[in-house]
């Protein structure tokens, strides 16, 4: 404890900052949360697989560690009937992303407390504005309680409620980090362009702006890059690791012809393995967004971190996980090392 720090904004001003996240897609896949209401109750119920992913993620590579209160909030509490533990869940959060971002080998990570889409914002009960603003505040203020390093707000699809949460993270005074999801339209629910949404969060006081989740990297760029151009603060851009494409620019549809056991509500969200990027796609993205100017590189949904090692060393880092990176030179038959037995090398075709 107690050695110094530098905050987000200095980082970014002198190099990219990775931001891992993914943590209800890859603790559902532990066995830890059910998905469809995705509430992230091993915080309180497994509070060590949660120490665990934060750790992996940390080694791989990530400068920050994001507490894990997505969809710790009020009305994914009340879906499940627990409303009582949405304090207990938060706090708990706080502590166990702060508690590993001290492992750093050398500066301690940076923590980011976390909120998000609320579900309950709906243009046309303007009622439900009021009721997004106290969900953000009992959120932000427990983040703020707990000295968190900046605030996240992200994956909201309406412009409107990312203003909302917006003007609450400004009511502390950390910096604030806020990411849009862009549908399969291309626009916010409400209508805007990526980049004239972003350019009015930059307006209301956002320190960076951005995308997160919904779509992969290939239908994710060049939105950033529209961004890049419309915003004069940093740009975060964390896609899902998901190989979307100009037809299916979301993860939400994609369809697996080869399956044929697949659920009747399709591949979405929990049969989407055989469209994961691979470690090489994600690599290119990060170095693609650093060379366009955007600088908080990360990803969502589907992220693991072997994703995360990759970005890290695609930006020229060295995380304790690159220790166990791949030397195929060693493998018995597609090896190159001289020792390697030729009955096995010679076989590598027919394999
Ligand atoms: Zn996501």
Redesign the pocket.
């Known amino acids: 404890m107690g050695e110094s720090k530098r905050g987000l904004l200095e980082r970014l001003n002198a190099d990219a900052v990775i931001c891992a996240?993914?943590y209800?897609?890859e603790l559902e896949r532990r066995g830890y949360l059910s998905a469809g209401a995705y509430v992230p109750e091993v915080v309180l119920d497994h509070p060590d697989a949660v120490r665990q992913l934060h750790r992996e993620f940390l080694r791989a590579g990530s400068d920050v560690i994001e507490a894990f209160t997505y969809y710790g909030h009020r009305e994914k509490l009340r879906i499940i009937g627990k409303e009582d533990l949405l304090e207990p869940l938060n706090r708990q959060a706080l502590e166990l992303a702060k508690e590993v971002a001290q492992e750093a080998t050398d500066e301690p990570a940076l923590v980011a407390g976390n909120i998000c889409n609320t579900n309950i914002y709906d243009p046309g009960e303007p009622g439900t504005e009021d009721s997004c603003r106290a969900m953000f505040a009992e959120q932000v203020g427990w983040a703020a309680d707990a000295g968190v390093d900046f605030v996240v707000g992200e994956?909201f699809t309406w412009t409107r409620e990312a203003e909302i949460a917006l003007e609450i993270i400004k009511q502390t005074d950390l910096p604030a980090v806020v990411t849009l999801?862009i549908p399969a339209e291309g626009k916010t629910r409400d209508g805007d362009l990526p980049a004239e949404a972003c350019r009015r969060l930059e307006d209301a006081g956002a320190d960076v702006v951005g995308l997160?989740?919904?779509r992969g990297p290939a239908t994710t760029l060049e939105l950033l890059e529209q961004i890049r151009e419309r915003v004069n603060c940093h740009v975060a851009g964390?896609p899902?690791p998901y190989r979307t494409n100009a037809e299916q620019p979301t993860f939400f549809h994609l369809p697996d012809p080869a399956c044929d056991c697949l659920p009747a509500e399709g591949t979405f969200p929990i049969a989407l393995d055989p469209f994961t990027c691979n470690r090489f796609e994600m690599a290119a993205f990060a170095r693609a967004c650093y060379d366009a100017g955007i600088r908080y590189i990360g990803v969502?949904?589907?992220g693991a971190p072997h994703h995360v090692r990759a970005i890290a060393e695609a930006l020229g880092r060295r995380p304790p996980a690159s220790r166990y990176s791949p030397d195929l030179t060693k493998h018995f038959a597609f090896g190159t090392d001289e020792s390697l037995k030729e009955v096995n090398v010679g076989y590598r075709d027919r394999m």
């Open positions: 996240e993914g209800l897609f994956t999801a997160n989740c919904y964390l899902v969502c949904c589907g």
